[in-house]
């Protein structure tokens, strides 16, 4: 072979490594770029694939995806941790406001002097009202003093069989293997579905579903839907906040309840931005290995 023509074969094939070496450099950036967003967005669910990527690239590529996951693990655990240190300061705090006047409006209700004249019925107004207030108080209460969870092995497709056969007014649509076994407290489990069942029911739910499926890494995905009420906009990013409620005779207990018996356990619970086929709302459910 010529010594031009082995010039312009090398130089071709240098040409040829120096493109792909130069896509796969822009490739690794756009990869970077979209985690970068999706962190800004506080989105981090992120999944990037790590096809076409050499052994360390990929290696890289899948501790960074677990990451986000692990990142977004300890931010609903610290969420917890904080709203269980505001409902004991709340709840101390409010009981020391609530319990005198609760005594002094009940004195003077029974008082000759109040009875029928015209300052009765504002005092029993706040009677009433600060009743009312204990009764908000014990939600309170019940959510800063849960059961520590007692994890076992568990057919999460049994339980869930279980639970439906609670609500028999609805319509069931599943789409469950016939065994899928988890690691967690089945007492707990259950007040979970019961709670999402419970506030899809309420939300005008007519029909309801749910998927199980296995996860990356060993995990259990349930997806729980229904054709309710769609959820407002500005109230997806608040619906797992303790106490905050869309609806006139709810006390906000029952999501953020179900989130937190989840997350101690290892689990987490969040809101699909797009619900499964058929149906307005999904929750997804992800049980730990």
Not at 120 to 142: C, M, P, W
Request: one cysteine or more.
């Amino acid at each position: 072979m010529e010594l031009s023509t082995v010039i312009w074969v090398s130089v071709a094939i240098i040409a040829v490594v120096g493109l792909w070496f130069w896509r796969h450099q822009r490739s690794l950036v756009q990869r970077a770029h979209i985690m970068q967003e999706a962190i800004r967005n506080h989105d981090l669910t992120f999944q990037l694939p790590t096809r076409h990527m050499f052994s360390g690239e990929r290696a890289l590529q899948e501790t960074l995806n677990q990451l986000g996951e692990h990142i977004r693990e300890q931010v609903n655990l610290g969420e917890v941790e904080s709203w269980e240190k505001l409902t004991r300061v709340l709840t101390h705090e409010i009981m020391n406001a609530t319990a005198p006047i609760a005594s002094i409006s009940q004195s003077m209700l029974c008082h000759p002097a109040v009875k029928g004249s015209e300052l009765e019925e504002g005092i029993n107004a706040i009677h009433n009202t600060v009743l009312h207030l204990n009764s908000f108080i014990d939600g309170y209460r019940k959510y800063s003093e849960l059961q520590k969870p007692v994890p076992q092995s568990v057919d999460l497709c049994s339980v869930a069989c279980e639970v439906q056969q609670l609500f028999n007014d609805v319509e069931w649509r599943n789409k469950m293997p016939e065994s899928m076994i988890i690691k967690t407290d089945p007492n707990l489990l259950r007040q979970i579905l019961i709670n999402l069942i419970k506030n899809a029911i309420e939300a005008g739910a007519k029909a309801l579903g749910m998927e199980i499926e296995a996860g990356p890494e060993g995990k259990v995905f349930l997806y729980v839907s229904n054709n309710g009420e769609l959820i407002p906009a500005e109230a997806r990013s608040s619906i797992f906040i303790p106490f905050f409620t869309t609806k006139r005779k709810g006390n906000g207990i029952g999501l953020s309840l179900s989130r937190r018996l989840l997350t101690i356990q290892g689990g987490m619970m969040s809101l699909l931005d797009d619900p499964r086929p058929d149906f307005h709302t999904t929750f997804l459910l992800q049980f730990p290995r």
